[in-house]
């Protein structure tokens, strides 16, 4: 029997819904992706870059639970309705746990990128810092952790000298000689400029976050209105 009056309405808006909860997944996916581009550029923070797979893989799982929100509403079907209402749950939950993972990543960020300068400068004579390093000096036009003097004691460089990165333009050995040298290097310390950086990119993604948070608990409640009006609606019968 098709449910009749306001069962009826709330049978068309969770159909309405499911649409914008598929526009949440895609939201979700392209959130995770820029967190995990934005993670990688810094060698020492890949060990939080599970946070943003989670929100990817949510992102991916959520194209197949609009599937049941969308036919079991279209359907008036309870058991569909019923496992669209569970899997959401579960997913807000997982998406809570990412979110937990951010807000403790936020609160130790300057700290992980003070430890991560120093092991990357310390050892920039390695492949994997140096290219990371030098990707950042490039990318954020700075040098160093807090200054170009962080270079200074430096026994991977000539005295006085910086990596070609910190240069404005970047020529091969244009930092040498030059750590003090404002007209052909950048002076600024990466670690604010990088530390602001990332900090606001994980705010944005915490409010957009709770928005769709937001418009996910509306599809449960949707969810349970509806299943109550075709459960009753079996009743009559």
Same mark, same amino acid.
């Given at each position: 029997?098709?449910?009749?009056?306001?069962?009826?309405?709330?049978?068309?808006?969770?159909?309405?819904?499911?649409?914008?909860?598929?526009?949440?997944?895609?939201?979700?996916?392209?959130?995770?992706?820029?967190?995990?581009?934005?993670?990688?550029?810094?060698?020492?923070?890949?060990?939080?870059?599970?946070?943003?797979?989670?929100?990817?893989?949510?992102?991916?799982? =959520?194209?197949?639970?609009?599937?049941?929100?969308?036919?079991?509403?279209?359907?008036?079907?309870?058991?569909?309705?019923?496992?669209?209402?569970?899997?959401?749950?579960?997913?807000?939950?997982?998406?809570?746990?990412?979110?937990?993972?951010?807000?403790?990543?936020?609160?130790?960020?300057?700290?992980?990128?003070?430890?991560?300068?120093?092991?990357?400068?310390?050892?920039?004579?390695?492949?994997?810092?140096?290219?990371?390093?030098?990707?950042?000096?490039?990318?954020?036009?700075?040098?160093?952790?807090?200054? +170009?003097?962080?270079?200074?004691? +430096?026994?991977?460089?000539?005295?006085?000298?910086?990596?070609? +990165?910190?240069?404005?333009?970047?020529?091969?050995?244009?930092?040498?000689?030059?750590?003090?040298?404002?007209?052909? =290097?950048?002076?600024?310390?990466?670690?604010?400029?990088?530390?602001?950086?990332?900090?606001?990119?994980?705010?944005?993604?915490?409010?957009?976050?709770?928005?769709?948070?937001?418009?996910?608990?509306?599809?449960?409640?949707?969810?349970?209105?509806?299943?109550?009006? =075709?459960?009753?609606?079996?009743?009559?019968?």
């Amino acid at each position: 029997m098709a449910v009749e009056g306001g069962a009826k309405c709330i049978k068309y808006l969770l159909f309405f819904f499911n649409f914008i909860f598929w526009l949440c997944g895609l939201a979700l996916i392209v959130l995770g992706v820029l967190a995990k581009v934005s993670i990688n550029t810094t060698a020492f923070l890949k060990g939080y870059s599970g946070s943003p797979l989670v929100l990817i893989v949510v992102g991916v799982v =959520i194209f197949f639970i609009a599937f049941f929100g969308c036919c079991g509403a279209w359907k008036e079907n309870q058991c569909m309705i019923t496992t669209f209402a569970v899997l959401l749950s579960l997913i807000i939950i997982i998406e809570i746990g990412a979110a937990i993972a951010g807000y403790v990543l936020h609160g130790n960020l300057t700290d992980l990128l003070n430890k991560g300068f120093d092991v990357m400068i310390t050892g920039y004579n390695e492949t994997e810092n140096r290219e990371t390093l030098d990707t950042i000096q490039q990318d954020y036009k700075c040098c160093g952790r807090n200054s +170009s003097i962080d270079w200074l004691n +430096s026994k991977f460089l000539a005295p006085n000298s910086v990596p070609d +990165s910190c240069c404005k333009n970047v020529t091969q050995n244009c930092g040498k000689g030059a750590i003090r040298d404002t007209s052909k =290097i950048y002076t600024d310390g990466c670690l604010p400029i990088l530390d602001k950086f990332l900090k606001r990119n994980i705010l944005w993604i915490a409010v957009a976050s709770l928005v769709i948070a937001f418009v996910q608990i509306t599809g449960i409640v949707l969810s349970c209105i509806l299943m109550r009006g =075709i459960r009753s609606g079996y009743e009559v019968m």
